[in-house]
């Protein structure tokens, strides 16, 4: 699939694809439409949206957030029935470009302990355990913070 996969900044055009990705991927703490909406639009400080389209149609997204020496993935999903296929990993090589030419030599996220499938994506992406976040999240569940190191494929 990754050949016909393309990843590009997300546009107004984007909003409803990304808030109806949220409330599907992340039930628990959705952005709002509104919050979505400024991050595409640049008006966020630090953020950028990345959208992943494969055969022309939206395909997922990602937010980075760069600040000086470290950016940060804030999110990454992928519609159910396109996941196995290479899309998060195209859209995460967005997101290295991101940091990249935003002067970033870390990347840094938090996941879910209970995140298996997003945890085997970030470990077979080269991300490594930093610490530990008892708590984090609103039901309780701790959060894993992972770190890998930038790197910008040419
Ligand atoms: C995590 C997520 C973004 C991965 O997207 P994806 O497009 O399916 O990822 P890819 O196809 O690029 O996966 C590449 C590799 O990651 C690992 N992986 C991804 N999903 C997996 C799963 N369900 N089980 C085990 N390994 C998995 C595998 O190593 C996979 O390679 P393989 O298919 O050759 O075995 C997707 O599952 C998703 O949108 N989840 C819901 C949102 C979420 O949890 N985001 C992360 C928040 S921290």
């Not at 935003?102 to 085997?120: I, K, S, T, W, Y």
């Amino acid at each position: 699939m990754s050949s016909r996969t393309t990843v590009r900044p997300a546009t107004t055009g984007d909003v409803d694809a990304i808030v109806a990705l949220e409330a599907e991927a992340f039930p628990l703490d959705p952005w709002s439409a509104n919050l979505i909406g400024e991050g595409v639009s640049g008006l966020l400080p630090t953020i950028t949206v990345v959208v992943a389209e494969h055969a022309g149609a939206f395909a997922g997204y990602a937010v980075v957030s760069v600040v000086d020496v470290d950016a940060e993935l804030q999110r990454i999903a992928v519609p159910e029935p396109l996941r196995r296929a290479g899309v998060a990993t195209a859209v995460l090589r967005g997101v290295h470009a991101v940091a990249g030419e935003g002067g970033a030599a870390r990347l840094l996220l938090e996941v879910r302990e209970d995140n298996a499938p997003a945890r085997r994506f970030y470990e077979r992406h080269g991300f490594s355990e930093l610490g530990r976040r008892p708590r984090y999240y609103r039901d309780g569940t701790t959060a894993l913070v992972l770190a890998t190191t930038v790197t910008m494929v040419p």
